[in-house]
T-cell receptor, first 115, second 114 residues
Framework: GAVVSQHPSRVICKSGTSVKIECRSL??????MFWYRQFPKQSLMLMAT?????????EQGVEKDKFLINHASLTLSTLTVTSAHPEDSSFYIC???????????FGPGTRLTVT | AQKVTQAQTEISVVEKEDVTLDCVYE???????LFWYKQPPSGELVFLIR??????QNEISGRYSWNFQKSTSSFNFTITASQVVDSAVYFC???????????FGTGTSLTVIP
């Protein structure tokens, strides 16, 4: 099956710094990538949808200036958490699809801890 | 309104017992897809099954089985002869044909006690 990777798998950063998370589709071209956030013991919540070469579409309540998403190529999307604060600590999961939205392949997730 | 409801927040069973995880969904689309994912403590989502709305046949895969009933908008998941390795959080999800996002349920945390 299709493989999606995320890097890093875990990151600890200090409050006020920015951190970038990469999401790559390893064996297919992803026309659309999705970013989810998961708080402990909660469900996955969609943050934004990004299509290659265009601006991301953010879900209601997600600050686009805080969570910068770039989908520069068909195999790479990045999520940058700017000026991170402890409340941004969470598990971030990306997914990617080559076409049909019901064929989303999920990455292994990135655990962000802001101290 | 919640599109996917998993009413069971936590379930504990003793090893070798059977356990059923409930999932009820809501959609107006006639074409849609239902999923089950397993999320072990590592966090990575493990795909278990995808079912489209036109296929109501029940499915069995080893100790896992799924019961899809459109009449009750349910897509329940049964683990037979549970094992400790089945301990995880299980998510049911819905994808509608004319949309591009997954709607996840709140998950059911399953603990299998040896």
């Amino acid at each position: 099956g299709a493989v999606v990777s995320q890097h890093p798998s875990r990151v600890i950063c200090k409050s006020g710094t920015s951190v970038k998370i990469e999401c790559r589709s390893l064996d297919f071209q992803a026309t659309t990538m999705f970013w989810y956030r998961q708080f402990p013991k909660q469900s996955l919540m969609l943050m934004a949808t990004s299509n290659e070469g265009s601006k991301a579409t953010y879900e209601q309540g997600v600050e686009k200036d805080k969570f910068l998403i770039n989908h520069a190529s068909l195999t790479l999307s990045t999520l940058t958490v700017t000026s991170a604060h402890p409340e941004d600590s969470s598990f971030y999961i990306c997914s990617a699809t080559a076409g049909e939205p019901y064929e989303q392949y999920f990455g292994p997730g990135t655990r962000l801890t802001v101290t | 309104a919640q599109k996917v409801t998993q009413a069971q927040t936590e379930i504990s069973v003793v090893e070798k017992e059977d356990v059923t995880l409930d999932c009820v969904y809501e959609t107006r689309d006639t074409t849609y897809y239902l999923f089950w994912y397993k999320q072990p403590p590592s966090g990575e989502l493990v795909f278990l099954i995808r079912r489209n709305s036109f296929d109501e046949q029940n499915e069995i895969s080893g100790r896992y089985s799924w019961n899809f009933q459109k009449s009750t908008s349910s897509f329940n998941f049964t683990i037979t002869a549970s094992q400790v390795v089945d301990s995880a959080v299980y998510f049911c999800a819905l994808s509608e044909a004319y949309g591009n996002q997954f709607y996840f349920g709140t998950g059911t945390s399953l603990t299998v006690i040896p």
